[in-house]
């Protein structure tokens, strides 16, 4: 049961408490907080719900990270090792639909590829798709980046801006928790880095996404602890635009473990959309939840459930269970028959169309 | 207090989802106050697939000429009955099709050699099955029921039943028992003790008074016989079927197709838990919705999980495809915050699981 008072507090947007924060995860009484979220959802974006038409863009596989929970990366020289030439990216943006207008680009941390390579991906994708949105690299790879170039953080990334970088996603936030994620992935950048790379980026104008992986070994409170080491940051720079849960994949991991239930995902993006009072979007990304848990999100909190997606490898490696594509019309209709108006975005959420 | 139709019609269009389920969840409670969610261990055996129903919405059925139709010949049922049992199965569901040339001989046969041979549970034959059977013999349909029981079955599925609505049922499965029918043989099973389960395929070409009136159907049946263990509520599954492929009707856009919905799944699950005040059990159907969702429907009215389902051809033919062990199903029960228990086919517990609060 969550008590009046801190009903009252959330209706009335005021902001909660990490111990209220928990609270809220450790409480059994689902409906009660899915409207609570649906009431804040609602105050920050009325009855609008988002999709975008995009594609996902993987230039290797090759990762010298090699993280613990993740089935997608490959050493140089290992069976199955990838890596995509400048043009052969544009090749595949060639084939993509019409229409689109963000490409996700992210990929692994490849031992010897140089700094101009991503600029020069960055300046052909642009000069070629001007209409198109590039939302690359995280913030891992940011970081990465600006080692092997010798350039500062604010260098490199006005160095990526100038060559055509629009946006940057949220991932290998993981979960900032110091002790889970230095079992988690030990090799990856510490979590005061990753919110140094962001902190940077929106001081440089990059807007940036934000996520959270979970369902493997954290703790309740080291969730809360995540989302409020994030909303502490947008309070700072409000570069944030969307806040993505990602549900954790167990299969082809070193992790291992079990799914996430349903449940437990639907309450995450409850308890994020209430405490993240700061984000404007709240993400439930179908690759990850399945066309139809992202669906139900709509009516606990998320207000966004990604786009079109054509070419998902990256959690389709750790069993993801969702088509790798999901088409227009089908969005459309999820959205609608969530009771929620379908507005198809840009990389920025301003509406390219509202399907009234 | 018992809710009317008309109100149940005004809840299922206009209440709000997450209070529509709220109210199931309390309703659930009520009845099963201890946290307890079933499932049973069964294997889904389809003798044939040869059907003159040809309903539109089905990709299993074959012509008795086709290529792919078969019947199961006895070596490999029993092969199949052996492995269920080895998995710890207890029940078979036993369907398949309106076989032109098997007559009640054949199911008296095949149900006497099955409890010659084994001790399981023979849930099978649903309704379109046993009126033909019937008329294929020239028996009625009481005869028929009682000639099956005295040869082996146990209890029967609720398949078949669909929407029970005939204005429904012209366009689905214009071949198929009517309402009328469907509702018949269950009652009579129920009067010669044969328990059943129902069943309800929404998501199609139905209206939400349709959806009511099925819901409404199975309870005035049940306040009279008590007969129904369970009520199933599934979605239609378009993929390879001839409704998908020729759309309902020449104008009506394909849009009208599109499967139900995560949402509209919730919403006709916690009806039926609120509205079948006489049932006990509502299943959760992970084979249509996934393991995810069907966590998400034991808090939306549900308290079983259904069969492990170690062989599911029909849904499958229409291009869904779970791939699930005993094991994911203790695991997602269990994760969900309940105590998973595996059940017989009248949902008497036979083995309770340790539960485990829900990581995190």
Request: charged share 25%; aromatic share 8%; glycine share 8%.
């Amino acid at each position: 049961m969550i008590e009046t008072a801190l009903k009252q507090k959330i209706l009335a947007a005021e902001r909660v408490s990490s111990e209220e924060a928990e609270v809220l995860f450790n409480d059994d009484d689902i409906h009660t907080l899915g409207e609570l979220a649906a009431a804040v959802a609602e105050r920050k974006n009325g009855r609008r719900a988002y999709f975008v038409l995009n594609r996902h863009v993987n230039p290797t596989n090759i990762c010298i990270n090699r993280c613990r929970f993740c089935a997608f990366s490959r050493s140089k020289g290992e069976e199955g090792a990838f890596e995509l030439s400048v043009d052969e990216i544009l090749e595949k943006m060639e084939d993509s639909p019409e229409g689109i207008r963000e490409v996700h680009i992210v990929g692994g941390l490849h031992p010897d590829r140089p700094f101009e390579y991503y600029l020069r991906l960055l300046q052909a994708l642009k000069g070629r798709f001007p209409g198109i949105h590039i939302k690359a690299f995280t913030a891992v790879e940011v970081d990465y980046l600006s080692r092997i170039s010798g350039l500062g953080l604010s260098e490199t990334l006005l160095s990526l801006k100038e060559s055509g970088l629009d946006a940057m996603p949220g991932g290998g936030a993981e979960i900032f928790a110091e002790g889970v994620r230095r079992r988690l992935c030990p090799e990856k950048i510490s979590a005061q880095r990753w919110l140094e790379v962001h902190r940077t980026a929106h001081l440089c104008g990059i807007r940036t996404n934000a996520t959270m992986l979970y369902g493997h070994l954290e703790s309740y409170a080291d969730r809360v602890e995540h989302l409020l080491r994030l909303r502490e940051l947008q309070d700072e720079t409000g570069g944030f635009q969307a806040f993505i849960p990602l549900s954790y994949h167990p299969r082809n991991t070193d992790i291992g473990g079990l799914y996430p239930s349903g449940l437990d995902d639907l309450k995450t993006i409850a308890v994020s959309r209430i405490v993240l009072d700061n984000f404007d979007h709240i993400k439930a990304y179908w690759i990850m939840l399945g066309e139809k848990l992202s669906q139900v999100a709509l009516l606990f909190g998320a207000d966004d459930v990604d786009g079109t997606v054509i070419e998902e490898r990256i959690t389709h490696a750790a069993g993801a269970m969702t088509g790798e594509g999901l088409a227009k019309d089908q969005m459309i209709h999820l959205i609608r028959r969530a009771g929620k108006t379908p507005v198809e975005r840009d990389a920025f959420y301003e509406a390219v169309k509202v399907h009234a | 207090m018992r809710i009317d139709r008309d109100t149940a019609l005004q809840m299922f269009r206009s209440t709000d989802l997450l209070e529509l389920g709220r109210m199931a969840d309390e309703a659930r409670k009520a009845v099963h106050p201890g946290g307890v969610v079933t499932f049973v261990v069964d294997r889904n055996i389809n003798y044939t697939n040869v059907c003159l129903n040809r309903c539109r919405f089905c990709a299993f059925y074959r012509d008795p000429d086709s290529p792919e139709a078969y019947v199961l010949d006895e070596a490999r049922l029993f092969e199949k009955i052996r492995e269920t049992i080895r998995q710890g199965g207890t029940q078979i569901l036993l369907q398949g099709g309106l076989h032109p040339e098997l007559d009640l001989s054949f199911y008296t046969g095949m149900l006497r050699s099955i409890k010659r041979e084994f001790d399981i549970h023979v849930h099978g034959l649903s309704p379109p099955e046993i009126i033909h059977i019937a008329r294929k013999s020239g028996m009625t349909i009481g005869k028929t029921l009682q000639a099956l029981k005295e040869a082996g079955l146990d209890s029967i599925p609720g398949g078949g039943a669909e929407i029970l609505s005939d204005r429904v049922r012209e366009v689905l499965s214009p071949k198929k028992i009517r309402a009328s029918e469907w509702l018949a043989v269950m009652e009579e099973a129920h009067r010669a003790g044969i328990k059943s389960t129902a069943t309800m395929m929404f998501g199609s070409v139905e209206g939400d008074e349709d959806i009511i009136e099925h819901l409404d159907a199975v309870r005035t049946l049940q306040d009279r016989t008590g007969g129904f263990t369970a009520f199933i509520p599934w979605s239609f599954q378009p993929g390879n079927t001839e409704l998908a492929r020729e759309g309902i009707a020449p104008g009506v856009p394909d849009t009208a197709l599109a499967p139900a919905t995560a949402v509209d799944y919730l919403r006709v699950l916690a009806m039926s838990r609120l509205y079948l005040d006489n049932i006990r059990n509502i299943q959760a159907s992970w084979v249509t919705q996934g393991l995810k969702m069907a966590q998400v429907a034991l808090r939306f009215g549900a308290n079983d999980f259904g069969s492990t389902m170690i062989e599911e051809n029909v849904v499958r033919a229409a291009g869904v495809s779970h791939m699930v062990s005993s094991e994911d199903i203790v695991n997602a029960i269990r994760r969900a915050g309940f105590s998973p228990a595996q059940r017989d086919t009248f949902y008497n517990v036979i083995r309770l699981f340790r539960p485990k609060p829900p990581a995190a």
